[in-house]
């Protein structure tokens, strides 16, 4: 029963967000590309104050899988970096931090660019 509860959580809590996402697309001007970076910085100032952790504990990967949960990924690097270079660690650790969720979007970006063969609009 406990697994169950689990992928609730994960499942209501990360189509919440993706739903706060779809009302944003919806009901407002802002742009899809706005409102991609709005939920990054989102996650980089909930993940910097240590409420986004509360969250993932609770929701797992329906919290950390959607792009806010990149935002909070880049706020932990910046953490871990300023303690292990200093000031250095700013610029540092985000990269660091992120670079694996960044080296598989680019992979499988271009598996998918192969296997299916993308072409130009006319």
């Not at 189509?15 to 742009?31: D, F, M, W, Y």
């Not at 100032?45 to 509360?54: P, R, S, T």
């Not at 880049?74 to 960044?102: F, Q």
Request: aromatic share 12%; charged share 15%.
């Amino acid at each position: 029963m406990q697994t169950f509860f689990e992928y609730f959580n994960a499942f209501w809590v990360g189509g919440l967000i993706c739903l706060a996402g779809q009302v944003l697309i919806n009901l407002t001007k802002l742009t899809p590309a706005r409102i991609l970076v709005s939920f990054v910085v989102l996650g980089v100032l909930l993940g910097a104050f240590g409420v986004y952790d509360k969250l993932i504990e609770f929701a797992g990967g329906g919290a950390s899988v959607p792009i806010i949960g990149f935002g909070n990924v880049i706020a932990k690097g910046v953490k871990d970096g300023i303690r292990e270079k200093g000031l250095l660690g700013i610029l540092y650790g985000g990269l660091a931090g992120s670079a694996g969720g960044i080296t598989a979007s680019i992979f499988f970006g271009l598996i998918a660019a192969l296997v299916f063969r993308p072409k130009d609009r006319a």
